[in-house]
Every structure is written in C-alpha cells, then in structure tokens.
C-alpha cells in the first residue's frame, strides 16, 4: 500500500503531464480545449486512484473488465464521490446487467446481439436509458473486437449502430476504436473520422468520437476525438498485460 500523501502528489504530477499533452494538441490544431474528455482509465489500480483522481478533478474513468468495476464503482459511491463511469472493454453479454447498473457510457458494443442484451438490461435495470458507443474495428481484424463496414451482419457497422438506435433503453452517442499496432495511428484515427461523419448522418446526437490512449493522444486529438482514454500515462505502467 502506497503512501497515500505520495501517490496523490505522483497522480497530480502525471494528471498535469497528460492535460498539458491535450491541450498542446488541441492548440495545435485549433480546437477548443473543451471538446475533449480525459477518461482515465484506471483499470488494475485501486479504488483509492479513483478517489485521488476525482479529488483533482477527473470526472470521467474508464474501466474494461466488470468483474474489477463493479466493485470498484461501488467502493467509489459507497466514498460518496460521484464520477462518471465509462466500460471501454470487451463485454460479454452475460454481463450487460451488471455494466447497465453502473456505467454512464459503454464504448465497447460491437454486435447486434451484444446491443440486444444491453437493451434489455438497461430497460429492466436503469431508469434512464444507456448511452453506447459502437466499437469499430478500422482494419476488419475478424480477431480482434469491433464492428466493420460491410461485415457480417451480427458486427455490421451500421446493422450494429440501427440496432442500438430502434431501443428505447439505448442511445447511440457515436463510435469508439483502438488503432490496430501495427498502424500509423492517423491514418486509423483519420478512417474513424470518416465513419463517425457518415454516422452523424443518419444518427444527429452520435457526436462521441472515443480514440487515443497514452501512446497516441495526440494524433487521436488531431483527428477530432471528443474523448481520449489514458490509463498508463497517468496511473502508470500496469502490472500484467491487459
Ligand atoms: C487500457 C485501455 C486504455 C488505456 O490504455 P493506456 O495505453 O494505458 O493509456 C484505453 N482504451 C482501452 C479500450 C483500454 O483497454
């Protein structure tokens, strides 16, 4: 167990470091500081960061594995901080209930299944409706998560995106991806820009664009993300590979 004192000093350090980095990037390209959302990802490391992060202002984390966010977001409200929780992960359907009762945005759906059974967990478990992202897939990796065009029609983009769209217990807020590794992360982060602008067509309020991490925030900004997940630079190199 770190010391407290010292890990909020090490938080405050590093959430300044990963600010400047967004609005230098902003800057760069002209774009309004307050177009872009740090979610901090903050999955492996203690509710306690949660705590510190919120107490410097962070309102908006990230976490990808439900087995480790529910409890964490029940230790974070049982704290009596309020902070917005975003499920950026792979999610199965068997556990759409549990995220319906907790996350405020699901990055992740990337199957007209996995939209059904959110659907219908968020109609009987939430009162207000869900806000989702469909998670896009720039390369069309079948291995990998994340809808494509022109894919098979349970992870067809826009079969993904009109499934979520008819629910009354959805809201389609727009698209999410990770740049595939071995990809120039601009040119990943330019293809989603074209997909979320083909998107706001046919879906007004999908306005979300969810790209950039540590390594690529900066590209991610340029490109037009409205909300950028930083786990590593802020909370620090994770312990296992996830
Ligand atoms: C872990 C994770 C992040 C944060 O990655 P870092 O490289 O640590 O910033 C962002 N998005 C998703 C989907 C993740 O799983």
């Known amino acids: 167990m770190p010391d407290q004192d010292e890990r909020r000093a090490e938080l405050a350090a590093s959430l300044a ?16 500081r307050d177009e872009v959302t740090l979610v901090a990802v903050t999955k492996t ?9 919120a107490g410097l202002g962070v309102g ?19 704290a009596g901080t ?26 992740s759906v990337d199957s007209v299944r996995l939209a059904g059974a959110l659907a219908e ?3 009987r478990h939430r ?9 896009v897939s720039i390369d069309g990796d079948p291995a990998r998560g994340g809808a494509r065009l022109g894919g098979p029609p349970d992870t067809d983009l826009d079969q993904v995106a009109e499934a979520i769209a008819v629910t009354q217990s959805l809201r389609l807020r727009g698209v999410m991806t990770v740049a595939p590794v071995d990809w120039d992360p601009g040119a990943a982060f330019e293809r989603l820009a074209g997909i979320a602008d083909r998107m706001r067509v ?9 790209a950039g991490m540590s390594a690529d925030v900066e590209s991610a900004v340029e490109y037009g993300a ?16 996830r």
């Open 17 to 32: 470091r990963v600010r400047r980095r967004i609005a230098d990037a902003c800057a760069a390209v002209g774009r309004p």
């Open 45 to 53: 490391y203690p509710a306690t960061d949660v705590l510190h992060l």
């Open 60 to 78: 908006d984390v990230g976490e990808n594995r439900d087995q480790e966010a529910a409890p964490k977001a029940a230790q974070v409200r049982a």
């Open 82 to 107: 309020e902070v917005r929780w975003h499920f950026v992960g792979q999610l199965q359907r068997n556990k759409a209930r549990s995220v319906a009762t907790y996350a405020d945005l699901v990055h």
């Open 121 to 123: 967990a968020a109609a």
């Open 127 to 135: 009162e207000s409706p869900l806000d989702v992202l469909v998670q």
């Open 202 to 210: 046919n879906y007004p309020t999908a306005t979300v664009v969810s």
């Open 226 to 241: 409205t909300h950028v997940r930083i786990g590593s630079a802020l909370l620090g190199n994770r312990a296992s590979l």
